[in-house]
């Protein structure tokens, strides 16, 4: 039997050996979070596990059974300080669409076993998980534990705040900090090794631990992988006397592909944007609005000062004048110019190939939310002064057709106008995924150039564990805050302003049919009944899919 250097593949001889001789040259340690993969491909998928001891040699198995009778692949790989201890090998010479198991060996013992599975070269159906905003503080991961042991996900898609990079009382505040799940370091994380002691204390988290042992994952980072409301040149949560906001990314970047099971796109600088195929029926693009290409925010406080307290011509012109000068330059790019070019290229291929849908994997909600009527007389009479002025405020930019958040694609409309373009023109079946605004959100995004086609139809889902507005609007009847959303945006075709969860999107030749599963409480470690939304809609093969059903 051929023992392959580092990452190459082998031609295995069968049976498998309880101790081969081969690994006493192995080091002694302990495989300390897990293992977990993702990516996968017709042929391939990457494997990672973090293994401290010796000098880190360590070996790795993929079988198609659990017991290891039959090995298909095996090699070894070195695990070192400078990536913080994670082993990452891309394993290829797999069949395609199949399931398998893998394993690390050490030369004291295996780490758990792992379930993974092939991209089908021709397939039936893609079932994608959708997660998105995990803050360790706010609770318990119960959306991951329960993807975790299902059996009808084919892949997870991570979205992104995959982890928070808060120090202790920011957020969450200690009063609102579940017992037991403090952050670890107690400070906001700058500098590499923190970003590492952060991953560190998520993957002990058991919820956390099963769903990566038992899915593949794709991801792709948001903000909170390096600090609140990033763009390509600061951060909200970037300030001066932390350094230097390029070093922050690469050290924030680093750690992010040290840990996650990713493939690394082969290009300088943070780049994360890639695809992945399955089959002729689907072709799923992660983009990256973050880092790459994103123009920094624009923040009405800033730009409007106190004309946000009060209604009236001046502040109507002042809003205006924003509106024309800033809100709608087209130069403010979230994609950034040669990202925006390879998504047309890429949605345009993949409708070359036949492909019937394009699953778009991105992280901020790009259908328009307006606060509607009545938003502010959901806030607690005891609300803090700023709940109430946020409201307040919110509701007032949303009579006078402005967004409440200027972080997702409402704060780049020039450049949401291309996207939905590229859709229309290019793409087959777009539909887009998302996350960050921790509540959930089913939107009909029509084509800018043709009202009465939908350039695609999106599925924003809440977080694993972060609050929503429900936080804010917490006064609200049941319903009510649901209600004050849809009437306010037409686009909007069914909300969730409530609960955490997951979403689960199954494509098909002839439909996307949609569920999400919500959790009312994440604060208990037990977790409660989750109930379950189901939804639909139907790709054409000329104008793009069909509106949401529910
Ligand atoms: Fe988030």
Redesign the pocket.
């Known amino acids: 039997m051929l023992i392959a250097r580092r990452g190459l593949l082998v031609a295995s001889a069968g049976a498998a050996m309880a101790r081969p001789a081969w690994a006493q040259s192995l080091s002694q340690g302990t495989f300390t979070h897990g293992v977990a993969s993702g990516d996968p491909l017709t042929d391939g998928v990457i494997i990672w596990t973090r293994f401290v001891g010796g000098e880190g040699r360590v070996a790795w198995e993929v079988a198609e059974d659990e017991t290891f009778g039959a090995i298909v692949a095996r090699g070894e790989a070195q695990a070192s300080p400078t990536n913080d201890f994670c082993v990452k090998v891309d394993v290829r010479g797999l069949q395609p669409g199949r399931s398998y198991h893998y394993r690390f060996l050490a030369a004291s013992g295996p780490s758990l076993t792992g379930r993974t599975r092939t991209a089908p070269a021709n397939a039936a159906s893609l079932s994608v998980g959708l997660v998105?905003?995990a803050?360790y503080g706010f609770g318990y991961f119960h959306a991951y534990g329960h993807m975790a042991e299902r059996d009808d996900i084919d892949l997870v898609l991570h979205t992104?705040?995959y982890i928070?990079e808060y120090g202790l009382d920011e957020y969450p505040r200690t009063e609102l900090t579940v017992p037991g799940r403090d952050f670890d370091p107690d400070h906001e994380i700058i500098s590499l090794d923190d970003y590492y002691r952060r991953y560190q204390q998520y993957h002990t988290d058991s919820n956390l631990l099963a769903l990566r042992a038992a899915k593949p994952i794709s991801a792709v980072w948001?903000?909170?992988e390096i600090a609140n409301d990033s763009s390509s040149t600061g951060a909200q949560n970037h300030q001066r006397n932390e350094g230097s906001y390029a070093v922050r990314v690469a050290a924030a970047s680093k750690a992010y592909f040290d840990w996650m099971p990713i493939r690394r796109p082969e290009a300088s600088g943070p780049r994360v944007y890639r695809t992945l195929d399955w089959g002729d029926l689907a072709r799923i693009i992660l983009l990256d609005t973050r880092l790459i290409g994103r123009v920094r925010q624009l923040n009405y406080q800033r730009a409007l000062g106190l004309h946000l307290l009060s209604d009236g011509a001046e502040t109507q012109a002042a809003v205006d004048e924003f509106r024309r000068t800033q809100w709608l330059d087209p130069s403010r790019t979230l994609l950034g110019s040669e990202q925006e070019a390879w998504f047309a290229e890429t949605l345009a291929a993949s409708k070359q190939r036949g492909q019937t849908w394009q699953v778009v994997a991105q992280q901020i909600v790009v259908g328009q939310q307006l606060v509607g009527a009545g938003a502010a007389a959901m806030v607690a009479p005891e609300a803090h002064a700023n709940v109430r002025r946020y409201v307040t405020v919110g509701e007032r930019l949303g009579r006078m057709g402005m967004p409440w958040n200027l972080d997702a694609w409402d704060g780049y409309p020039a450049a949401r106008e291309r996207f939905l373009q590229a859709c229309t023109a290019n793409a087959a079946n777009a539909v887009v995924l998302g996350?960050?605004s921790?509540n959930t959100w089913l939107n009909n995004l029509t084509a800018p150039s043709e009202s009465s086609r939908i350039a695609a139809i999106e599925f924003a889902g809440a977080?694993v564990t972060?609050p929503g507005l429900e936080q804010a609007l917490s006064a609200a009847a049941p319903g009510a805050r649901e209600a004050m959303m849809q009437s306010a945006n037409p686009n909007l075709a069914w909300c969730d302003v409530t609960n955490r969860g997951y979403g689960v999107l199954t494509f098909t030749r002839g439909a996307c049919e949609a569920e999400w599963v919500a959790f009312a409480n994440v604060r208990e470690q037990q977790a409660p009944l989750p109930s379950t939304t189901r939804f639909a809609a139907t790709p054409s093969s000329q104008h793009g899919p069909g509106a949401w059903s529910i």
């Open positions: 998105s905003c803050n992104g705040d928070y948001d903000d909170h996350g960050d921790h977080s972060s």
